[in-house]
């Protein structure tokens, strides 16, 4: 029986005439790890900025855990279990990895973040803070000026403070864009180890993250679906090799 965290329904968006995303349905089940793929500018980016409220769907419903949230804020959407991770690394560059984590567990704890805030409260935050990282494999970094990281590393910060805020479903944009192999590998084991206690819609260009990760796969293209299911089975799909490759001969 579908247990699942997240559906849409009808998902559409339109701008200025120009469909981005037509009549969209999917479900995320609960505790899989789900990815979305597709040809550049099949409305990938467009489904989770309309899953997460970033903008407003111009027709459809989302439902989130039981609740219908087609007509909440982004704020409340996140409030609620459902964090997303930017294509583009979204921390504070010239902050310590400790404090970029510190701030994510205050605005998580619905403090406001203060730089005069008294020792004592910051440090109350450090334990949190700390098996963050060290479920990251940033701990001996804390101390580092977040600007310094290593690219791999930047987004493995990003993974940590997306977990400071407790998610129950996690939605990744792009988490190996323009990585080294070396860090492609990091990121990949780093995502499967976090997904054994939550649910993780992603977006992916490289489909070797996507065949060694993705328990399910939808493939967008022109804002419509074109295939679902495990890769092993999108993978050989006619049609899916036609819109990535322009050949159905792969």
Do not use: C
Not at 20 to 37: F, P, T, W
Not at 110 to 134: K, P
Not at 195 to 205: F, G, P, Q
Not at 218 to 237: K, M, Q
């Amino acid at each position: 029986m579908s247990d699942a965290i997240l559906q849409a329904r009808g998902l559409s968006k339109k701008f200025a005439g120009f469909t981005a995303v037509d009549n969209m349905d999917l479900d995320v089940e609960r505790g899989s790890i789900h990815a979305l793929i597709g040809p550049n500018g099949a409305g990938k980016t467009t489904v989770f900025n309309m899953l997460t409220r970033f903008i407003a769907s111009t027709s459809g419903s989302i439902v989130y855990d039981g609740t219908d949230i087609t007509r909440h804020s982004p704020t409340a959407v996140a409030n609620r279990g459902m964090v997303r991770s930017f294509q583009i690394s979204a921390i504070f560059p010239h902050l310590s990895v400790l404090d970029n984590v510190r701030v994510a567990l205050q605005q998580h704890l619905g403090l406001s973040y203060h730089f005069w805030r008294s020792s004592r409260v910051l440090e109350s935050l450090n334990d949190r803070a700390m098996a963050l990282l060290e479920e990251v494999g940033l701990a001996e970094f804390a101390d580092v000026i977040s600007v310094e990281l290593a690219y791999g590393r930047k987004r493995a910060l990003e993974i940590a403070t997306t977990l400071a805020l407790d998610p129950r479903l996690m939605l990744l944009d792009e988490p190996t864009q323009g990585m080294s192999s070396e860090d492609v590998g990091k990121v990949t084991a780093l995502i499967q180890q976090v997904s054994a206690k939550r649910t993780i819609l992603m977006v992916e260009h490289n489909l070797k993250v996507v065949e060694s990760l993705a328990d399910k796969i939808t493939v967008l293209n022109r804002g419509e679906i074109l295939a679902e299911g495990p890769y092993a089975e999108v993978s050989r799909d006619p049609a899916v090799r036609q819109a990535y490759m322009g050949t159905e001969d792969v």
